[in-house]
């Protein structure tokens, strides 16, 4: 696939979803890793109290909805409970952009390191689906692997980038909420 | 189930739901499984958190930059070993399908690998932690323990596996898998199912959960199994006479009416369907005589209330506790689900289904309680529900509505 598919099959992505994801995970109001469990409690009785055919419509839309007003939220409660002091704004100014520290080589490195604990294949499918943006299917036919074989080494990564980015991410993502 | 084990299986489902909703617009996401997802969003504030966790991984990943710093070239994995003290952090999954070879020199090589790959292990862990090993619906696995031990997994098997330094012990969760032990006298392998436990002395042997009972078949070798305590039955020490399970012919098969007389159309020989033949070689006379004379050596129960079972011997632990009669059979008769062989004896159509349903992704449903307790006898190729489908047609009127893609229905016909 070409460079240009590949962004046109990411943007794809951006224009379904990222933006309410990106909010949760970048706006103002960005979380930090570790607050993802007590974000998920807070959007889970938000999502009590809604109807559940409501939900149904489009399920994943709501949940981020749901985390990045509470992410926002959250930042603004903060934002007023804390002494405004000279070392804190500063801290703000420093790093008001998670993408920047995306792009820093610590994070990039920090993801290779987890992505290091992948199977070379497992890594190989991850590589194909996010790099060149290819569907599962052509990632078995470029691979020589069955498509559940594919789809199988999809699932198990996840798991595992989840335990290591979840412990190690933390420290690189110290935006957001204080 | 401890804490960070059920956030691994809830990191699981997760990512299941992401990669199968995952970017998909509500359109494309079938009425169903938008509710089902949300029915399980709304089961846990955990499930919610670990969807956002896999949200996160996924966005991670997306920015990563880093990308030709690994290589593409996979073809030289050998995906049929797990490396299972999870010393390196991280769960092992060996991929399904791939048949370990039985001729020694591959097992020599599999042995050596798995050596390699244990040394280094030995190199990073700092400690074994116990590894799960599950199957799903028609997938079936052959993994290869570090301490040699191969074992086959049917479908949705799930085994917890604790490789000590004192002892080796393999929890069945669920479903039946089979048992190559390599020997290692210093460390006992153990297989715990239910209350039952099973030690093996370097052997082969199948351990099923079936309907809350355990059955404990012996192919090679012999096994220790305890069930608990003082719940052996009196029967458990007596041989049944040779008439048992593995005197009976085999690789017929046979339509019978809920009465048990056999179908006239198919009749008990070779029956008019094709597959019934190719099973015929491995389930030989030979293995029945061997069969018959392993039987007759006496088998002791064991001191501390411990049965013991050698080949061609099957026992059925019940929900209770209470072990059954120890049965003489022909262990690959009894054991041929490990070769993906379906043995059916005047089972129900509705059992026969429900066994088939676990082997394939397409889903058998027998319609009508007549058909339901109609009961066949044969041996069938689990993967290949068609050649059921075909028997059944050949000795019944039937008909037989394909529902999508995911499920076979056959009703009793007009």
């Given at each position: 696939m070409s460079p240009a598919s590949a962004h046109k099959s990411l943007s794809e992505w951006f224009r379904r979803w990222r933006s309410p994801l990106r909010k949760f995970l970048v706006g103002r109001g960005a979380v930090r890793v570790a607050d993802l469990d007590d974000i998920g409690q807070e959007v889970f009785l938000r999502l009590l109290r809604y109807e559940s055919a409501e939900v149904i419509q489009h399920p994943q839309a709501y949940i981020f909805k749901m985390a990045a007003n509470v992410a926002a939220e959250w930042a603004i409660r903060s934002r007023h409970r804390l002494a405004h002091e000279p070392r804190w704004l500063n801290s703000l100014v420093a790093h008001d952009s998670v993408e920047e520290a995306f792009d820093s080589q610590v994070v990039q490195r920090e993801i290779k390191r987890a992505l290091a604990t992948l199977t070379a294949r497992e890594c190989a499918v991850v590589r194909l689906y996010f790099e060149?943006?290819?569907s599962k299917a052509e990632i078995a036919l470029r691979l020589g692997l069955s498509l559940r074989v594919v789809q199988r080494d999809f699932e198990t990564s996840y798991p595992k980038l989840r335990r290591e980015l979840a412990l190690k991410l933390t420290g690189a993502l110290s935006h957001g909420r204080e | 189930m401890d804490v960070n084990e059920r956030r691994a299986r809830v990191t699981e489902e997760a990512t299941h739901w992401w990669t199968r909703?995952?970017?998909?617009?509500p359109a494309e996401v079938s009425e169903v499984d938008r509710q089902e997802f949300t029915q399980w969003l709304r089961e846990s504030p955990l499930h919610v958190a670990e969807l956002l966790h896999v949200a996160h991984v996924h966005d991670v990943l997306e920015r990563f930059?880093?990308?030709?710093?690994?290589?593409?070239?996979?073809?030289?994995?050998?995906?049929?070993?797990?490396?299972?003290?999870s010393s390196l952090g991280s769960e092992g999954k060996a991929v399904g399908g791939g048949r370990i070879n039985s001729n020694r020199r591959v097992r020599f090589l599999l042995a050596a690998s798995v050596a390699a790959l244990a040394i280094l292990a030995g190199w990073l862990a700092v400690r074994t932690n116990a590894t799960t090993v599950k199957t799903v619906r028609a997938e079936r696995r052959e993994v290869m323990l570090t301490d040699g031990t191969i074992v086959n997994l049917e479908p949705e098997t799930t085994l917890r596996v604790n490789l000590g330094k004192h002892q080796r012990s393999i929890a069945l969760t669920q479903g039946r898998a089979l048992f190559h032990v390599a020997k290692d006298s210093a460390r006992p392998f153990i297989v715990h199912a239910g209350s039952t436990s099973v030690r093996a002395l370097g052997t082969i042997f199948g351990v099923e959960q079936k309907k809350q009972n355990i059955i404990v078949t012996v192919s090679e070798g012999k096994v220790a199994i305890a069930p608990?305590?003082?719940?052996?039955?009196?029967?458990?020490s007596s041989n049944l006479p040779?008439?048992?399970?593995?005197e009976r012919q085999l690789p017929t098969q046979r339509q019978d009416e809920t009465n048990g007389?056999?179908?006239?159309?198919?009749?008990?020989?070779?029956?008019?369907?094709?597959?019934?033949?190719?099973t015929s070689n491995i389930l030989s006379a030979n293995v029945e005589r061997e069969a018959q004379r392993v039987g007759r050596n006496a088998m002791a129960s064991g001191e501390a209330g411990e049965l013991f079972l050698v080949a061609n011997q099957q026992v059925t632990i019940q929900k209770s506790g209470a072990a059954g009669p120890v049965e003489k059979v022909d262990s690959s008769r009894a054991l041929a689900w490990s070769e993906g062989l379906l043995v059916f004896d005047s089972t129900s159509l509705s059992e026969v289904a429900e066994e088939f349903n676990h082997y394939n992704q397409v889903q058998l449903r027998i319609r009508g309680d007549t058909l339901g307790h109609r009961t066949i006898s044969g041996v069938f190729k689990?993967?290949?529900p068609q050649t059921i489908i075909d028997f059944i047609s050949a000795g019944v009127h039937v008909v037989v509505t394909h529902q999508g893609s995911g499920e076979i229905v056959i009703s009793p016909g007009s």
């Amino acid at each position: 696939m070409s460079p240009a598919s590949a962004h046109k099959s990411l943007s794809e992505w951006f224009r379904r979803w990222r933006s309410p994801l990106r909010k949760f995970l970048v706006g103002r109001g960005a979380v930090r890793v570790a607050d993802l469990d007590d974000i998920g409690q807070e959007v889970f009785l938000r999502l009590l109290r809604y109807e559940s055919a409501e939900v149904i419509q489009h399920p994943q839309a709501y949940i981020f909805k749901m985390a990045a007003n509470v992410a926002a939220e959250w930042a603004i409660r903060s934002r007023h409970r804390l002494a405004h002091e000279p070392r804190w704004l500063n801290s703000l100014v420093a790093h008001d952009s998670v993408e920047e520290a995306f792009d820093s080589q610590v994070v990039q490195r920090e993801i290779k390191r987890a992505l290091a604990t992948l199977t070379a294949r497992e890594c190989a499918v991850v590589r194909l689906y996010f790099e060149e943006g290819l569907s599962k299917a052509e990632i078995a036919l470029r691979l020589g692997l069955s498509l559940r074989v594919v789809q199988r080494d999809f699932e198990t990564s996840y798991p595992k980038l989840r335990r290591e980015l979840a412990l190690k991410l933390t420290g690189a993502l110290s935006h957001g909420r204080e | 189930m401890d804490v960070n084990e059920r956030r691994a299986r809830v990191t699981e489902e997760a990512t299941h739901w992401w990669t199968r909703l995952g970017t998909k617009a509500p359109a494309e996401v079938s009425e169903v499984d938008r509710q089902e997802f949300t029915q399980w969003l709304r089961e846990s504030p955990l499930h919610v958190a670990e969807l956002l966790h896999v949200a996160h991984v996924h966005d991670v990943l997306e920015r990563f930059k880093l990308w030709n710093e690994f290589p593409l070239e996979t073809q030289h994995e050998d995906d049929t070993i797990i490396a299972l003290p999870s010393s390196l952090g991280s769960e092992g999954k060996a991929v399904g399908g791939g048949r370990i070879n039985s001729n020694r020199r591959v097992r020599f090589l599999l042995a050596a690998s798995v050596a390699a790959l244990a040394i280094l292990a030995g190199w990073l862990a700092v400690r074994t932690n116990a590894t799960t090993v599950k199957t799903v619906r028609a997938e079936r696995r052959e993994v290869m323990l570090t301490d040699g031990t191969i074992v086959n997994l049917e479908p949705e098997t799930t085994l917890r596996v604790n490789l000590g330094k004192h002892q080796r012990s393999i929890a069945l969760t669920q479903g039946r898998a089979l048992f190559h032990v390599a020997k290692d006298s210093a460390r006992p392998f153990i297989v715990h199912a239910g209350s039952t436990s099973v030690r093996a002395l370097g052997t082969i042997f199948g351990v099923e959960q079936k309907k809350q009972n355990i059955i404990v078949t012996v192919s090679e070798g012999k096994v220790a199994i305890a069930p608990p305590a003082g719940l052996l039955s009196a029967s458990s020490s007596s041989n049944l006479p040779l008439t048992a399970l593995s005197e009976r012919q085999l690789p017929t098969q046979r339509q019978d009416e809920t009465n048990g007389t056999d179908y006239p159309s198919v009749g008990s020989g070779k029956g008019s369907n094709s597959m019934a033949s190719p099973t015929s070689n491995i389930l030989s006379a030979n293995v029945e005589r061997e069969a018959q004379r392993v039987g007759r050596n006496a088998m002791a129960s064991g001191e501390a209330g411990e049965l013991f079972l050698v080949a061609n011997q099957q026992v059925t632990i019940q929900k209770s506790g209470a072990a059954g009669p120890v049965e003489k059979v022909d262990s690959s008769r009894a054991l041929a689900w490990s070769e993906g062989l379906l043995v059916f004896d005047s089972t129900s159509l509705s059992e026969v289904a429900e066994e088939f349903n676990h082997y394939n992704q397409v889903q058998l449903r027998i319609r009508g309680d007549t058909l339901g307790h109609r009961t066949i006898s044969g041996v069938f190729k689990a993967s290949d529900p068609q050649t059921i489908i075909d028997f059944i047609s050949a000795g019944v009127h039937v008909v037989v509505t394909h529902q999508g893609s995911g499920e076979i229905v056959i009703s009793p016909g007009s």
